[in-house]
């Protein structure tokens, strides 16, 4: 009897110490390749300088969860739908962190671009200039910031419309989750402009400001949440 009890013994040890390094090695594997992998998409947009995934245990990487994810990358390129279909991947990560040099999302170039996410909240912050907003409109149209409150944006927008000079302004800002543009007056009801919609994205609100010291460039800011 004490023979089997004895080789029992053993074999529970054996399992118990496999299972353990397995435990071990997944820990240590497991966070690399999953930030190896994260890499090579976001390098198909541009230059990536690390990644850094933490999880803990690691095997929760396995069903797509992450305790944070910290990335630092150069320029980027991508559409706005590329950059909300990256958001809802990282929706199982508790945390996330992004810096970029630079992110151009479709026509429009943004610099020292910053974004956070905990939990289902979304923050992001950029600086643009005025040269940078200039490159993204159509010929001969120009927007000046006319002022920032409650998550929404007032500008000016003139020059050649349908052939045609004028100059209105309009308000950007949440609509149902959506960043929405409208003109400001008799207008209003009967022209909306779609800027952001996506279903996996609520937008909250958007703002912007002139950085101080720094004349033609701003600070845009975007607040919204995970659905």
């Known amino acids: ?27 240590l594997l497991l966070p690399a390749i999953a930030a190896d992998r994260i890499a090579s998409r976001l390098r198909r947009h541009g230059s990536v300088q690390s990644v850094q995934v ?15 994810v910290d990335v630092r990358a150069g320029s980027l390129a991508m559409s706005a739908a590329q950059a909300a279909g990256f958001l809802w991947e990282a929706h199982g990560a508790h945390r996330v962190g992004l810096y970029a040099t630079s992110v151009r ?9 910053r974004f956070s996410k905990l939990g289902r909240v979304l923050r ?8 940078d907003v200039r490159a993204a409109l159509p010929p001969g149209v120009a927007l000046a910031l006319l002022g920032s409150s409650g998550g929404r944006v007032r500008v000016r927008a003139s020059g050649g419309l349908f052939g045609v000079g004028v100059s209105v302004e309009a308000v950007a800002g949440a609509i149902d989750g959506r960043l929405i543009a409208h003109p400001l007056g008799p207008l209003r009801e009967g022209f909306q402009l ?12 958007v ?21």
């Open 124 to 131: 992001a912050e950029a600086l643009t200039s005025d040269a």
């Open 105 to 113: 999302v479709g026509r429009l170039r943004l610099s020292d671009v």
């Open 54 to 68: 933490r999880a803990w245990p690691a095997v929760e990487l396995l069903w797509g969860s992450a305790d944070s």
């Open 207 to 227: 703002g912007a400001g002139v950085v101080p010291g720094r004349p033609g460039t701003y600070r845009l800011t975007l607040a919204a949440s995970l659905r």
């Open 194 to 205: 779609t800027l952001f919609s996506d279903p996996h994205v609520h937008v909250d609100g």
């Open 1 to 27: 009897m004490r023979r089997g009890g004895g080789r029992l013994r053993n074999t529970l040890l054996v399992v118990l110490g496999g299972a353990l390094l397995a435990l071990a090695l997944a820990q």
